[in-house]
């Protein structure tokens, strides 16, 4: 498992002068999940394809199990893809997709029925073999992408955007379905997508990318609650930002002056200088909400509740203007637990649960949004 | 009143588009020997025309014609469009705009433009510089129908065959080719009806040695409506809507 399967070294692309992959440098190991996740234009496709023989890189090497491949056609690289809008040939059978990458190695067509048969099994589409892609729905072509592009048994699939044409409910089973082949299989999956849940979800390890630049690599635990800057942490997922001033540094405590109140936390595991500004972070799931009568807090006023189902997402707006998004569970004890408009609470959070960034020159408020 | 009227309006268009036709089948088949009067069912026509060596031997040149005019077309049609979707190189805005070039420009010029060249050439009159001409005017007819086909083509198609193991030429033959069929079939059909219709170009640049149908009806009538005539057409309207009905059927069937 933890053998490199594949490694990027300096990998560099661009399009009519605009950098859309920066010297980049990746390890992709031997079978694991790895998600390619980051907003449109980000490089995550540019990579993919990159990794495929599509493209080629202006700089840099690929190195799979220690062979060169970096200008190897992609019809002579062991790794294989799996299309965002599928790309089935339409004038072949659910079978002949299939069997397309086993004819191309010219193996005998007894040994391809069988393959094919199996592959079909694998995706439990058998019995529409004999089928066009149009005459299947949008699941079913999905799964017959999937069987085509593992049928050959490569070291590396390749998915680009695979769920983002199917509708929630089949996403999330899908997404199961996903997880389940590459255990049973144990290919390397390169999973490419904009949704942070299903990165979060489905992963090994998670890549961010912003601007062709990774921004952070690591377990979905720890690119969630260990963000290594604001980008990440707001792409991710929702974040309240309570920027703080350093008061007093107590060995591994620090005091800061949070929005005026004083707070006693944790010393961050980054340098930190009394008089020095920092990024405190929470998630909304993190966030405490008191009635306004406590004696600590933020006091506010809730101006936004949604009903979510297991979860009551409110958002408040601090004194000071800042609105911060509080998402609790419901309490069984509590079946009437509800706030209203404009109703007046606290704001605060369990000592531990916050997660502290330098405040970094690009990190002006506002700047990172989306 | 204003239901009717928009009724009696489409009638009369397709009156007008239909009639003649239905009067020159109902007439092929009239016993009389002028045009104008009705002699009673026969199908003596057919009979003098089937009899008529030279006008059978038209027809055959002119299927032969049309069938190698439409083959050649198709086949450098399909490869320019091809060319012209898949790949950048200097002048391709030139050249796509030169087949729109041929395909506007008054047929009459063509044909004097093609006679002009091929008595430069010293090329004797006949199949071939008729065949030149034919695959000339129907060549931007078959690029233009191929690229359509190929501009609603997904890329990731061919990224897909290659990632699984296919080779550029491989590719082509094993997903292009099949995916460009029914365009190409189209084209074919286009070209074939094209050719086997025209006057114009053929009357510059045939010779004595190669008569084609449509020149021959046309001398016929210079001298009087022949009965005949009408027995050809119908038969031409037959095997024309039989190429139609054809060539429906195969996109229906490739619908996708």
Redesign the interface.
């Known amino acids: 498992m933890n053998q490199t399967l594949l490694s990027l070294r300096g990998i560099s692309k661009h399009y009519g002068g605009r950098a859309v992959l920066k010297a980049l440098d990746l390890d992709i190991l031997d079978g694991e999940f790895l998600t390619l996740l980051g907003p449109s234009g980000c490089g995550k496709t540019t990579l993919l394809r990159l990794l ?3 493209e080629r890189p202006d700089s840099g090497t690929l190195t799979l199990s220690g062979q060169d491949i970096t200008s190897i ?4 690289r062991p790794l ?2 799996v ?3 599928y ?5 072949l059978t659910v079978a002949g997709n299939v069997a ?2 086993l004819r ?2 010219k193996r005998p067509e007894a040994e391809i029925a069988q393959r094919v048969t199996e592959a079909l099994a694998m995706v439990q589409l058998a019995e529409l073999a004999e089928r ?1 892609p ?1 005459q299947l729905s949008g699941g079913q072509q999905q799964r017959v992408a999937i069987a ?2 593992v049928i ?1 048994r490569p070291k590396l699939l390749l998915l680009d955007e695979p769920l983002s044409a199917l509708d929630y409910k089949l996403r999330r089973q899908m997404q199961i379905e996903l997880k389940r082949l590459q255990r049973e299989l144990g290919i390397t999956f390169v999973f490419v997508t904009h949704d942070q849940e299903e990165a979060l979800s489905m992963s090994d390890r998670v890549v961010v990318l912003r601007d062709g630049e990774v921004q952070q690599l690591g377990t979905p635990r720890e690119v969630y609650e260990r963000p290594t800057n604001l980008f990440t942490a707001r792409f991710v997922g929702e974040t309240n930002l309570f920027p703080a001033t350093v008061k007093a540094i107590n060995g591994d405590r620090i005091a800061l002056d949070v929005r005026g109140l004083s707070r006693d936390l944790r010393k961050p595991t980054f340098q930190v200088s009394v008089g020095e500004q920092v990024n405190v972070l929470l998630r909304p799931e993190d966030i405490r909400v008191l009635a306004a009568d406590a004696d600590y807090g933020f006091a506010g006023t809730v101006i936004e509740r949604n009903y979510k189902g297991s979860t009551l997402d409110s958002l408040i707006r601090l004194e000071d203007g800042n609105e911060v998004l509080a998402s609790e569970f419901f309490d069984e004890d509590d079946p009437a637990f509800d706030y209203s408009l404009g109703e007046q609470v606290r704001v605060s959070w369990v000592d531990g649960w916050e997660w502290m960034l330098p405040v970094a020159n690009g990190d002006a408020a506002g700047a990172l949004d989306g | 009143m204003s239901r009717w009227l928009p009724r009696i309006y489409l009638m009369l268009v397709y009156a007008l588009l239909y009639v003649p036709i239905l009067v020159l089948i109902i007439y092929s088949f009239n016993d009389s020997r002028t045009g104008y009067r009705w002699g009673g069912w026969s199908l003596r026509w057919y009979q003098a025309l089937f009899d008529n060596h030279a006008m059978v031997q038209a027809m055959w040149n002119s299927l032969w014609l049309a069938l190698a005019a439409a083959t050649v077309s198709t086949v450098i049609g399909g490869l320019t469009a091809l060319a012209l979707h898949r790949y950048q190189f200097r002048g391709k805005q030139a050249l796509r705009g030169m087949l729109f070039v041929v395909m506007m420009s008054p047929e009459i010029v063509l044909a004097i433009s093609l006679l002009a060249m091929f008595l430069v050439v010293g090329l004797q009159l006949g199949f071939v510089s008729l065949l030149l001409a034919h695959v000339t005017f129907c060549l931007p007819f078959v690029v233009i129908t191929v690229m359509a086909r190929l501009s609603g083509l997904d890329e990731r198609l061919l990224e897909a065959a290659r990632d699984l193991g296919a080779g550029e030429f491989t590719t082509v033959r094993t997903i292009l080719v099949p995916v460009m069929m029914p365009a190409l079939l189209a084209g074919w059909l286009l070209a074939f009806t094209l050719s086997l219709d025209d006057v114009v170009v053929s009357t510059f640049v045939s010779g004595p040695s190669y008569e084609i149908l449509p020149l021959r009806i046309y001398s016929m009538v210079r001298v009087g409506l022949k009965p005949e005539v009408n027995a050809l057409g119908s038969l031409l309207l037959v095997f024309s809507l039989a190429m139609l009905v054809l060539s429906q059927f195969i996109l229906m069937r490739n619908k996708r």
């Open positions: 495929a023989g599509f056609p992609p019809e002579r294989n893809t299309f965002q809008q790309a089935l040939f339409p004038h397309y990458g191309m190695e066009k149009h085509r592009a050959k």
